[in-house]
């Protein structure tokens, strides 16, 4: 069997009128993420990992950030259009490990939801959605509240030819 890894990570400023978005789920609290899309840093961090394990780009390549029409983007979707990518190379997600970097609101509650709704897009068992959540201690941008940032690493296979 082939194997492949890839490394994803994602920032976008958090502000007062935007809904939190991350991994796919509605997140209360009173500021949002700030991006042309949907922001959803967790699923851009993904998206970036999968092309990346293929040498594909990244997801500006597919879904430039100046382009109209991924304005206002359930991501979801687009991680959608990228796991076809994928399988239509041959290859499929062994699994996803993610970090994201908040200091609030807390995201534990909401991992679950997080995990399942990944799975669902891209077809996987949530046991191959790893989804970890950490403060930054207070440091940086992250820790000033003033961003949310997410890490991800994506393994691929493919069967070996015959």
Known sequence: MAIRIGNGYDIHQLVSGR?????GVAIPHTLGLLGHSDA???????MDALLG?????????????DDPQWAGADSTQLLAHVAGLIHSRGWQIGNLDTVVVAERPKLKPHIPAMQARLAEVLGLAPDQ??????????????????GI????VALLERPAAP
């Open 129 to 146: 959605v790893g989804i970890k959540a950490t403060t930054n201690e207070k440091l940086g941008p992250v820790g000033r509240e003033e």
């Open 40 to 46: 959803d840093v967790l699923t851009h961090a993904i």
């Open 149 to 152: 940032a997410a890490y991800a």
């Open 19 to 23: 809904p939190l978005i991350l991994g």
């Open 53 to 65: 394990a293929l040498s594909l780009g990244d997801i500006g390549h597919y879904f430039p950030p």
